[in-house]
Nanobody, 125 residues
Framework: QVQVLESGGGLVQPGGSLRLSCAAS????????MGWYRQAPGKQRELVASIDTATGGGSPYYADSVKGRFIISRDNAKIAVYLQMNSLKPGDTAVYSC????????????????WGQGTLVTVSS
């Protein structure tokens, strides 16, 4: 069974930092890309950051609202991604979900996408 497991959410004061981790597990040979989405109460889900996890190339994507504050990184061997969130603002409060796009087994494509269960990030004093 393929799973995407997240960790690292919590409560932080404005201006603080948090690091989210996400790893894909199961009989997987490759994931095309992985990223983080977030959804705040009453708002639409938005893509925060994503990165290629198959080839090791390409530039990460960042939403304008997090550019210069968030950094996404990867460990292709572990099929894992990390989101370092700095200078956090109350507006960053949301449930952050990890997304895996294109999950492959050696026999072929297993899933077009797999979602994690989500982790709550609360930025408040």
């Amino acid at each position: 069974q393929v799973q995407v497991l997240e960790s690292g959410g919590g409560l932080v004061q404005p201006g603080g930092s948090l690091r989210l981790s996400c790893a894909a597990s199961g009989s997987i040979t490759r994931v095309n890309s992985m990223g983080w989405y977030r959804q705040a109460p009453g708002k639409q889900r938005e893509l925060v950051a994503s990165i290629d996890t198959a080839t090791g190339g390409g530039s990460p994507y960042y939403a304008d609202s997090v550019k210069g504050r968030f950094i996404i990184s990867r460990d292709n061997a572990k099929i894992a991604v990390y989101l370092q969130m700095n200078s956090l603002k109350p507006g960053d409060t949301a449930v952050y979900s990890c997304h895996a796009d294109g999950v492959w087994h050696f026999t072929g494509l297993l899933y077009r996408e797999v979602w994690g269960q989500g982790t709550l990030v609360t930025v408040s004093s």
